[in-house]
């Protein structure tokens, strides 16, 4: 017999062989998290502006280049996986599909675009951990952010009622968007993170000369 579902507040009877009720079944393989809230683009912007600005103010240093290579590097594995499928060679289904949409990406979308989404996902996380329940929130949220720069899992349908065209993303399978993660955490968490580190330096450096201006100014004879 099922019990009652683990999140919290809900009193619903959980799945036959799950610990959550359909609706927070749903959520949590949604976003990782049943209490996690999504991340917009919108919340996303700041974060990708200030990953701009740092690529801007160190315009010819090589990292930028390099991340643009290790994605280029992600999506020619996704082939090989793929490759490997045709060919015979026995496979994770979830690897496929996750080299599926990773070739897609690389097909529709500039590295630099990835790679800055990524390095703000990592701002945003180091800046603001709160908005996240967990480190599994942030890999599905990352991942959710990402492939929402292409149409690789965008549907489209015509609603009568209003008279226009609707669009939703189909989520992946947890393990797809597990393996997905996996990939862009081992190329590009580090910068992500290094980034944050010198947001930080910067925020501090900034707060010290205030702090020396304002004692400056009350010093005055």
């Known amino acids: 017999m099922a019990g009652l579902c683990r999140a919290p507040g809900c009193g619903k009877p959980a799945t036959r062989y799950g610990h959550f009720c359909t609706t927070h079944k749903s959520r949590w393989r949604r976003h990782g998290d049943v209490g996690q809230i999504g991340i917009t683009k919108e919340v996303l912007k700041p974060y990708t502006d200030l990953v701009r600005a740092r690529i801007e103010k160190n315009v010819g240093n090589p990292t930028w280049t390099a991340c643009d290579d290790r994605w280029r590097a992600v999506v020619a594995h996704a082939r090989g996986v793929l490759g490997d499928a045709d060919r015979g060679v026995p496979g994770s289904r979830n690897e496929r599909i996750a080299a599926k949409a990773i070739v897609k990406m690389g097909t529709d979308i500039e590295p630099r675009v990835v790679v800055e989404t990524v390095l703000a996902m990592y701002m945003l996380w180091d800046l603001e951990p709160r908005r996240f329940r967990s480190d599994g929130a942030f890999r599905r949220q990352l991942v959710r ?77």
Do not use: C
């Open 145 to 221: 952010r990402v492939l929402r720069l292409s149409e690789v899992n965008a549907a489209e349908w015509y609603d009568h009622q209003t008279g226009r065209m609707k669009r939703a993303y189909r989520d992946f399978t947890p393990g797809s968007s597990d393996i997905i993660a996996g990939w862009l955490v081992e190329t590009l968490g580090s910068v992500g993170f290094h980034l944050a580190k010198l947001h930080r330096a910067d925020i501090e450096k900034s707060r010290q000369q205030k702090a020396e201006f304002h004692k400056a100014l009350t010093d005055l004879a």
